[in-house]
């Protein structure tokens, strides 16, 4: 398994981020949670994965990243 994924990402919380490149992030597999979402347009871009990073305590806040690349493209990025 991957210390880190790196993922394009164009927005966050509903948020767009207007960049149509997209930011590199990177995130550690055991920490983030990945949901197919219906393609939606972030910085101009489909996205169709919803990065959820999980809530470390005491902090209940989540915060949820958008990608082009697909569940399956991350989870093998993850070996």
Excluded: E, H, R
């Amino acid at each position: 398994m991957a210390n880190l994924i790196s993922v394009t990402v164009y927005g966050s919380n509903s948020n767009d981020w207007n960049a149509p490149s997209g930011v590199v992030m990177a995130f550690p597999p055991s920490q983030i949670y990945l949901k197919t979402i219906p393609s939606t347009l972030y910085s101009g871009v489909a996205c169709v994965t919803a990065v959820y990073v999980l809530p470390n305590a005491p902090s209940p806040i989540q915060t949820v990243f958008y990608t082009s690349s697909t569940v399956a493209a991350l989870i093998t990025a993850a070996g």
